[in-house]
């Protein structure tokens, strides 16, 4: 059974989230180059290819598992998407504009917390799925980490 509007939603949700994910990164260039880097910060080329990798798999799951999966599974899988990504740019927004840190680290550890619970809710319903969402999933969980030294030092 194809279960497209939680899918349209899914995919709705991973496109509004890479395009609003920088829309901030960019406004105050000069606060950001000043920060101490902690001594486990990968190379700028890392995010690069990180950050459109796990866009490219979150669509992947929506296209094919949520599509697929039972209608109540497909809706839980997005309303954890939903409430992840919303965490995720609320850090975009306050560790870019009102520099404030530990928000920020606040607001992406919900959202590392929220997808790993994403990865667990995916698998049950396929588990290569949640096998394609370990790699964000670790990810935020590096920018986590990332994001709590900068609060800790900033």
Known sequence: MTTWAPTLAWCALVVAFAALA???????????????????????????????????????????????????????????????????????????????????AACLAGATVLTWLLVAVVAGVEAWGGLALVPYAGWLTVATALSVSYARHG
């Open 22 to 104: 920088n829309a901030w990164n960019g406004h105050d260039p000069g606060w950001y180059a000043g920060l101490r880097r902690p001594s486990f910060q990968p190379p700028d080329v890392v995010f690069a290819v990180m950050w459109p990798l796990n866009f490219g798999l979150l669509l992947l799951v929506g296209l094919t598992v949520v599509r697929t999966a039972p209608r109540a599974e497909a809706w839980t899988a997005t309303g954890v998407l939903a409430l992840s990504v919303a965490l995720a740019l609320g850090w975009a927004w306050t560790f870019y504009v009102p520099h404030a840190l530990v928000a920020a």
